[in-house]
């Protein structure tokens, strides 16, 4: 299955979206950064890796 991985960081929030490739969402979520963006990434990217597995 292909899909495309959308990831907005700022200083507030981050933000995921899991596109799939008839353009529904698999996958979104919503963190709050909290001053460490690299941190919320990671977050982010344990939530999605917990959905594929």
């Known amino acids: 299955m292909k899909a495309y991985l959308g990831i907005d960081v700022g200083s507030v929030s981050t933000k995921f979206v899991l596109i799939g490739e008839k353009n529904e969402i698999i996958f979104s ?24 597995e």
């Open 29 to 52: 979520s919503y963190f709050r950064t909290e001053g460490n963006p690299i941190a919320a990434i990671q977050k982010g990217l344990r939530e999605l890796k917990k959905l594929i």
